[in-house]
Every structure is written in C-alpha cells, then in structure tokens.
C-alpha cells in the first residue's frame, strides 16, 4: 500500500468525522498495524497531513485531528475577553475529571434534573510560565461519550461546540476574588492573593446554557482587554 | 468515566449558591446548623462551603442578622456606553476631585499622537451610597477641549456633556483591564485598607473619524464590582 493511498483514507475519515476535530487518531504503531504496511510509510501520510494542519502531533501525546477554531480566530472575536497569552503554546495538565450528580445548581443553570449527570473535568495549563485552572461542567446528555482528552489541541470555545446543541452565545463574567488555600497551591501564588475569575457561560440560539467554564488565574499577572 | 460522589462542602456550596442565585426572596441564608441538619453533613462542611462563597464576596457575616447575601455592581462592558449610564444608580454621586493641565506623559503618546502638548486631567470619584467605589482619571487634549478645564463634573456625565458640548461621542475603543493592590494616595481616596485589590481598567476611545477623543484609568474596589460580557454568534469566525 501506497502512503498516498494511506493518507487519502486518514483524509477522508477525517472529512467525514468519523474522527470529529480534536478527537485522537491512532498512534503510528495502531496504524502500521492496520494498513500492514512500514512505519516509515504510516510516517510519511501522517507527515503530509501535519503539512496541510489535518492533523497535530502533540509531543508524548500522540495525534489528534485539528481542531477547526484556531487561537487566532477567538483573539479577532471582539466582545469576547482575551486573555493577553493567547496564541501561544500550551501545556495541559489533567487534575479531576468524573461524573457527578446535576445537583439543584446545575438544574437551575443547565434547566435538567437534578438526577442526571455531569461531567467535571478540571486541569491546569501552563503557558509562559502563567498558571491557570479550567473547571469545565458539561452535561452528559449534551456531550455522551466527550473525550476530554480532545482538551488537549482543542480550545474549550471548540470542545462545547462538540455536543449534541450547538452553542451560539458566550456570556462571560469577570470577577476579582480571594486565593482559598487550594487556590493558591494550585496557582502557586500567596493564600487570600487576588484572582481573576471567569465564568463563562455556553447558550443556544433559544438561550439554553449547554457548557459552563470557569478559569482562575493570578489577577496580578493577567491581563484582558476588549475591543469595541 | 468514573462516578463521584460530590463532597459535602460541595454540596453545601451548590445549595447556598443556588439559594443565592434562584430564590431571589431570600435575603437571609440559613444557619450553619440548618444547613447541616438538611444536607445531613457536618458543621465542618457548611464552615468550609461558607468560607468559599466569602472569598468570591458572595455572603457576608452581619451580626445579629446571620448570613447575608452581597449584591456586586454589575457592569456590562460593551455596547460603549458610558460609567453614569451603566451604573444607572440614583445612589450613586459623582465628585470631582481635581482638574489639571499636565504635559503628555511619555505612556499617553501612542495614543494621543506626539504633536500634543498638554492634556487635561479630570480626577473624578463615584459614591454609591456616601462609600466611594472608584476613582478615575480623564485625560483630553488641551489643545481640543481647552473649555473643559472650567467645568465642574460633580455629578455630571462626561459623555452627556461632551455630547452637548461638542456634539460628539466615541465610536470604538479598547479597554485593558488588569488588577493592582491599592497604594496609599488610592486606599486614602477610596477609603480602604492599603493593599486591597481593585481593577484597573485603563479605556481608550476614539472618534468616528479615528481622531484620539479621550483616555481613561478607572480604579474600582475588587469586592464591589463584577464585570459581564456579552458576545452573540461566536462560531461565526470559524475558518473557512
């Protein structure tokens, strides 16, 4: 077999989304075995789909399909509050991520039962050297089967858009409050220092909330501006 | 993955914040043994949930009163609309401090362009309720808007007057917001604690015609205030 004809079949699996953006291709091995073909072959289809931005080879990570909202997209967005550091490269590091109950919160906010589910999913990232903790809530009938490792190429903007109701609107809330103790062990900053928190809160066209995301960061050394 | 129970303080923060968010008649929360007794947790939990909503200013402790909830100002940054108008508060009192004529600072050049000479500085303080809550800084050419150094701004609209005025009001700008610790001219104006965080919010407005009209800095108390932004249709800048 052809690398050529290797990389025709990874494209058009990817076009059709039998691998949606930002979802984990097979490693190199996994497809050396199914194509029964060198390694050097699978490497050389796997090269030319990096080349055209297909696909992201995510050191120690493997590969992912790319993600279709690049950073540049979201800095151009305007009303949407960019954080200074984006565009960069960045480095996540997964700390929770479990099922837990709706609760009577979430129900009011998401407008399902307090029985259901909920994924929490929570990690760091790391980008010049600034630390920032993601919480990410999102409901299992929306998303069934999301991947949070998909977190790892793809911007959060992208990954709530992955699920069953596609968001629209983006209501985000910008508030000063003080590091608790594990805030401040998380972000490596002083106890009671201040923090930026957002909220970020995903809705449908008919104003159903699908995604809800807050991100914590040390205010003294962040900075957000706005167009307008 | 994985199932998790939600840990008690959890679940003492998400019936709280609910409390706080969707019934909006109540004022006073329950005691820290109601809580307890209908979550059945520990009183431990409830103190660990209490602290939490404390360090995001949600609640406060009143003495006599119990637990109560603090409302933030919430501003709406977008849609280029004016402090006075946001905040859109009968309580709340503009006082002018201070006008000055000042020479252009060397960080003010980019954006009022280096054949400007002098700025007006306007120093202006909000009141909500007699508690000041911001102190800002208005700079305009001199060379523009000379008459402005006569006006008294107690509790008058820049962008109303400017309007008047003028006839002019900006069209687009760019705000950055970051976060300081009050040093002592602003803890003494503000009257708080030196060191008590506050936004920073440093706005620069243009004309329709991309001439320069005003520069801000705005310091507001961490505690009182909340930001909201509001941006519609956001997969509409998906790539082609």
Redesign the interface.
Same mark, same amino acid.
């Given at each position: 077999m052809l690398f050529k004809e290797i990389y025709t079949d990874l494209k058009l699996m990817i076009s059709k989304s039998d691998y949606p953006p930002g979802s984990s291709l097979p490693t190199e091995a996994e497809l050396q075995h199914r194509y029964k073909v060198s390694r050097t072959t699978v490497r050389k289809a796997v090269d030319q789909l990096v080349a055209e931005n297909k696909v992201i080879r995510k050191k120690g990570s493997g590969l992912f399909v790319a993600p279709?909202?690049?950073k540049q997209?979201?800095l151009?967005?305007?009303?949407?509050?960019k954080p200074s550091y984006i565009g960069s490269s960045d480095m996540i590091k997964f700390k929770d991520?479990?099922?837990?109950?709706v609760?009577?919160?979430?129900a009011?906010i998401f407008h399902i039962s307090s029985n259901e589910?909920l994924?929490?999913i929570s990690f760091i990232t790391v980008i010049n050297d600034q630390l920032t903790w993601e919480k990410l809530l999102l409901p299992l009938v929306l998303f069934p089967g999301f991947d949070p490792s998909c977190l790892k190429v793809m911007s959060i903007?992208e990954a709530v858009?992955s699920g069953k109701l596609?968001?629209?609107?983006? =209501?985000?809330?910008?508030?000063? *409050?003080?590091?608790?103790d594990e805030i401040a062990k998380q972000l490596k900053i002083k106890k009671q220092g201040?923090i930026?928190?957002t909220t970020n809160l995903?809705s449908t066209k008919r104003g159903k909330i699908v995604a809800v995301e807050y991100r914590l960061q040390d205010? =003294?050394t962040?900075?957000?501006? *706005?167009?307008? | 993955m994985e199932y998790k129970e939600r840990s008690a303080a959890v679940q003492a923060q998400e019936y709280l914040q609910d409390l706080i968010s969707f019934k909006p008649d109540i004022k006073v929360l329950p005691s820290q043994r109601e809580i307890a007794d209908k979550l059945r947790i520990s009183r431990n939990a409830v103190l660990h949930s209490l602290d939490k909503l404390k360090s995001e200013d949600l609640i406060s402790s009143k003495e006599r009163t119990g637990i109560v909830k603090n409302t933030k100002v919430d501003i709406n940054m977008l849609g280029m609309k004016s402090m006075s108008s946001e905040l859109n508060d009968d309580s709340v009192a503009i006082v002018h401090l201070l006008t000055t004529i000042i020479a252009l600072p060397i960080n003010l050049q980019n954006f009022f362009g280096l054949e400007t000479n002098k700025l007006i500085k306007i120093e202006r303080m909000r009141m909500r309720k007699s508690k000041p809550i911001t102190y800002e800084i208005v700079y305009f050419d001199q060379a523009k808007f000379a008459d402005l150094i006569k006006v008294d701004f107690t509790n008058i609209s820049l962008y109303k007057l400017l309007q008047k005025k003028y006839g002019i009001k900006p069209t687009y700008g760019k705000e950055n917001i970051t976060c300081c610790l009050a040093d002592k001219k602003i803890s003494k104006i503000l009257k708080i604690q030196k060191n008590m965080p506050l936004y920073k919010v440093d706005s620069f407005n243009y004309l329709d015609n991309d001439e320069p009209l005003e520069t801000t800095t705005q310091y507001l108390i961490g505690s009182y205030f909340k930001y909201h932004f509001n941006a519609n249709n956001i997969y509409d800048y998906r790539e082609d």
């Open positions: 279709v909202i690049s997209n979201i151009e967005m305007t009303g949407v509050i991520s479990y099922l837990r109950l609760g009577y919160y979430y009011n589910l994924y929490y903007i858009g596609r968001p629209a609107n983006l =209501l985000q809330e910008l508030q000063i *409050i003080k590091a608790t201040p930026f928190k995903f205010a =003294l962040t900075k957000y501006s *706005i167009d307008f | -």
